[in-house]
């Protein structure tokens, strides 16, 4: 019984390069929430999505970032032309229902270092 | 004001001792409410969750809501070591995104 999956753990890039973080939720889920954590700081909220649908994206940047949960395969956050202040853990949940009761299950998440 | 308030840190507590851990939350709408345990470097891994007004027993933990007062609490009885982490509280509105305080960092003192 799998729990949430993300990869790389660990990814450094350069200025200008893209980022790309992969989610792969528990089985038998199929929503995924996108949080990001800086050094000292709590998680905040990026984007919520089932399957092929982005149901809410209010805690993302407007530039640069995107995310996307395809039919088949993982949910992609992609963070393009990377600059030093994305630097951070990026932590994915999933969840088996939507709502208010739906308890989120983390993935050890994906820590981003940008030189 | 932020959505969700913890109270500020850290707490240090002696081992065995009820560590107290506290939340506010701005939004009424939000219908159901999250602890979270987080080990540094470590992502979260969830303790509690509690919908109703009342008190919710799992073990040594016990989480307290007042939607009233709009307060969500957590007790750990007889704390030990390993309880020392930074606990996130989180509310959640039906349309199930969650909002996370910064967290409050307890150190539990052997």
């Known amino acids: 019984n799998a729990g949430v999956m993300q990869n790389p753990r660990h990814l450094v890039r350069r200025r200008g390069q893209e980022a790309r973080l992969r989610c792969s939720p528990m089985?038998?889920?199929?929503?995924v929430y996108w949080y990001r954590q800086l050094p000292e700081e709590g998680l905040k909220f990026m984007v919520y999505?089932?399957?092929?649908?982005?149901?809410?994206e209010s805690g993302m940047p407007k530039e640069r970032f995107s995310a996307e949960f395809p039919k088949e395969g993982p949910s992609i956050l992609r963070i393009q032309q990377v600059v030093r202040g994305d630097s951070a853990a990026y932590f994915c949940?999933?969840?088996?229902?939507?709502?208010?009761?739906?308890?989120?299950?983390f993935g050890p998440g994906t820590r981003l270092t940008v030189l | 004001q932020k959505e969700v308030e913890q109270n500020s840190g850290p707490l240090s507590v002696p081992e065995g001792a009820i560590a107290s851990l506290n939340c506010t939350y701005s939004d009424r709408g939000s219908q159901s409410f999250f602890w979270y345990r987080q080990y540094s470097g470590k992502s979260p891994e969830l303790i509690m969750f509690i919908y109703s007004n009342g008190d919710k027993e799992d073990g040594r933990f016990t989480a307290q809501l007042n939607k009233a007062s709009q307060y969500v609490s957590l007790l750990i009885r007889d704390s030990q070591p390993s309880d020392s982490a930074t606990y996130l509280c989180?509310?959640?509105?039906?349309?199930?995104?969650?909002?996370f305080g910064d967290g409050t960092t307890l150190t539990v003192k052997p």
């Open positions: 999505l089932q399957k092929e649908n982005i149901i809410d």
């Open positions: 089985k038998g889920h199929s929503h």
């Open positions: 989180a509310a959640n509105t039906n349309a199930g995104k969650s909002t």
């Open positions: 949940a999933s969840s088996p229902r939507s709502g208010g009761a739906n308890e989120q299950f």
